[in-house]
């Protein structure tokens, strides 16, 4: 069965510092993976997504990811954080024969904190 | 501007009195969905819905029921709410097919209470 495994379930970097949050798919083919992020008390909003081609994707507010096959990983990567940055991190990968590729399938999130 | 719309944003009930989450999506999307956020469980879906009249179930179906009678409402349904009912509400919609460009947009959410 499909799934998405997020390792880390909580962790604090200081503000200015590199931020990695890790992401592990179960697919069996070429997967459409994405991260979003929510901030505290509010909805979702996504970050980056990946489809086909260049596996180091750029998203939004400064935010990559790199799609490894031989790793099943889709690694979210922000080189210096900041205190906004804080909210919880969500890997999804579309849900295979979903119909549609806004049928996810959810990690169970990361939560960031973010030191001054 | 497109949107995904809920209502309620939050709502306190009593076990077992039927309520209805609306879900409303300006953008002519023929999938939608409803997830339940749970600390330390993420977003599970609940139902979903591949156009209209067409519903079927996700990973945590039981004790809720939708309807997609037009193409831009999804609502949800607790027939008989209970305490375990109590979560964070989201509705999605987005294009339906294999798409590149899809993505899910998601409403604000509604944080549900059962007492």
């Known amino acids: 069965a499909q799934s998405v495994t997020q390792p880390d379930i909580h962790i604090t970097v200081s503000e200015g510092a590199s931020l990695e949050l890790r992401c592990n798919y179960s697919?069996?083919?070429?997967?459409?993976l994405f991260w979003y992020v929510q901030s505290p008390g509010q909805g979702l909003q996504l970050l980056l997504k990946y489809f086909s081609g260049d596996t180091l994707v750029q998203g939004i507010k400064g935010f990559e990811a790199e799609f490894k096959r031989s790793q099943s990983s889709f690694n979210l990567r922000k080189p210096s954080v900041h205190w906004s940055d804080a909210a919880e991190y969500f890997c999804?990968?579309?849900?295979?024969?979903?119909?549609?590729?806004?049928?996810?399938?959810f990690g169970k999130g990361t939560k960031l904190s973010v030191k001054p | 501007e497109a949107q995904v719309t809920q209502n309620p944003r939050y709502l306190i009930t009593v076990t077992g009195k039927k309520l209805t989450v609306t879900c409303s999506q300006n953008m002519n999307h023929e999938y939608m969905s409803w997830y339940r956020q749970d600390p330390g469980l993420g977003l599970r879906q609940i139902y979903y819905?591949?156009?209209?009249?067409?519903?079927d179930k996700g990973d945590v179906p039981e004790g809720y029921k939708v309807s997609r009678k037009e193409k831009r409402n999804f609502p949800l349904i607790l027939e008989s709410p209970s305490p375990n009912q109590t979560s964070l509400y989201f509705c999605?919609?987005?294009?339906?097919?294999?798409?590149?460009?899809?993505?899910?947009?998601f409403g604000q959410g509604t944080r549900l209470t059962v007492v």
């Open positions: 999804a990968v579309g849900r295979k024969g979903g119909g549609s590729q806004g049928n996810l399938i």
């Open positions: 697919y069996g083919a070429t997967p459409y």
């Open positions: 819905s591949m156009n209209v009249e067409v519903t």
């Open positions: 999605a919609s987005s294009l339906r097919g294999p798409r590149e460009n899809t993505e899910a947009f």
